[in-house]
């Protein structure tokens, strides 16, 4: 990766059509680590050509996020005697989805690829396990002939809620392998979410079989990660939207792409290479 600086703008009369040349109305001379910083994607051919002409759409995205992890983390735990879901049932819809939801919109348009899919991925999490919380739907009693604490404590449903869970912390993990050339920061943030995501299923597996003992340890190690995720999240939030209000402070994130090597082709040049 080369260590130059990659500017934002330039003169009219000198402006190339190269992969990461985009114009603003401002001098703003960005190094890679600050691109990955303000972006949070890979650098890849046309990531972001079009990035310049709107807000960043991460930061926004982020803050829904990180409200929603912090919060959903903390009740898990139970600090303050915290219980039950219901109250901030909201952060499953309106915090963290709409937010996210928007943001996923945005970075499409900007063809941000990778933060567009980050962003969608959580704001369908929230929103498929929000639906959990709403006694409306009734989800629990169908699994007890409408006793909905029943349908609860049930191994049926348990089960079923630890099996989805496992799935996610596959597609999370997935998520971050490639984390891995972009920060430390960001891959933390997905490493961690997978671990608790996975701990959090292991606490509905030990409901299902009656162990409830050790699903309550489990859930609160499960949220303790996700707190740290929430941290994490607080942190990359901040380091970005320093950059974008031009503070002159540069927060670490600990950049990883200067380890990888420039992959800046088109797909079909790399077959084309593999089968010569």
């Known amino acids: 990766m080369t260590t130059q600086p990659m500017s934002i703008i330039q003169p009219p009369d000198t402006i190339t059509h190269k992969p990461h040349l985009t114009q603003s109305p401002t001098n703003i001379s960005l190094t890679p680590e600050q691109f990955e910083r303000l972006y949070l994607a890979p650098k890849v051919p046309h990531a972001a050509d079009h990035a310049a002409k709107f807000a960043n759409a991460v930061p926004l995205g982020f803050l829904g996020f990180v409200i929603s992890t912090f919060t959903f983390s903390m009740v898990l735990m139970g600090w303050g005697g915290a219980s039950g879901l219901a109250a901030v049932a909201g952060i499953f819809f309106f915090t963290g989805p709409a937010l996210l939801l928007l943001s996923t919109i945005f970075l499409w348009i900007q063809a941000q690829f990778f933060s567009m899919m980050v962003c969608g991925l959580f704001s369908v999490f929230w929103l498929s396990f929000g639906m959990l919380q709403l006694p409306s739907l009734e989800l629990a009693g169908a699994y007890a002939g409408g006793d909905a604490v029943a349908g609860a404590a049930s191994k049926e449903m348990n089960a079923v809620v630890a099996l989805y869970l496992l799935v996610w912390g596959f597609a999370l993990g997935t998520f971050w392998v490639f984390t891995l050339r972009i920060n430390v920061v960001f891959a933390g943030i997905f490493g961690f979410v997978t671990a608790g995501v996975w701990v959090l299923s292991a606490a509905y597996w030990a409901v299902s079989t009656g162990d409830l003992q050790k699903a309550i340890r489990l859930q609160k190690a499960g949220a303790a990660l996700l707190f740290v995720v929430?941290?994490?999240?607080?942190?990359?939030?901040?380091?970005?939207?320093?950059?974008?209000?031009?503070?002159?402070?540069?927060?670490?994130?600990?950049?990883?792409?200067?380890?990888?090597?420039?992959?800046?082709?088109?797909?079909?040049?790399?077959?084309?290479v593999k089968n010569e």
């Open 230 to 272: 929430g941290l994490l999240g607080w942190y990359m939030l901040f380091v970005i939207m320093a950059a974008e209000m031009r503070w002159r402070i540069c927060p670490p994130v600990g950049d990883l792409s200067k380890y990888w090597a420039t992959t800046d082709v088109e797909i079909a040049t790399l077959e084309g």
